[in-house]
């Protein structure tokens, strides 16, 4: 089965009351999720390409650049009892958050779409 990464609306709500769009893979678990090694392939995975763990409006997550020079690309994985939820978005001082469709940043995000199918593929053979 091909790996597919998907665009839904996350109900998180910026500074200005507004909901911001999230790329977003929720992946399934058929049993006990293994949150640490979860973790290692994710992190292999985002680290290995430059992202960096960061607070991001008080959210965990890896990001590379700052919004303001440099469009900033961010990832978050959280984990559900029978799920693991994998996000990705873009963000600059200007537009705020966008998830990873569109083509403002499109070769950033078709790397950043390219990392979350790496990252579902891999999570999905251990789950």
Do not use: Y
Not at 8 to 27: A, D, F, H, Q, Y
């Amino acid at each position: 089965m091909r790996n597919t990464v998907r665009t839904v609306v996350k109900s998180w709500v910026n500074k200005k009351g507004l909901e911001m769009p999230r790329t977003t893979v929720t992946i399934c678990a058929h049993g006990q999720i293994d949150t640490p090694r979860v973790l290692e392939i994710w992190k292999s995975i985002i680290e290995g390409a430059g992202f960096q763990q960061k607070l991001i409006k008080g959210e965990p997550c890896w990001s590379k650049g700052d919004g303001v020079l440099m469009l900033q690309r961010n990832f978050t994985i959280a984990f559900g009892e029978r799920e693991i939820v994998l996000e990705g978005w873009m963000g600059d001082a200007l537009l705020g958050e966008s998830d990873l469709t569109g083509v403002n940043g499109w070769m950033q995000k078709k790397k950043m779409k390219g990392l979350l199918s790496q990252a579902e593929g891999a999570i999905r053979s251990i789950v």
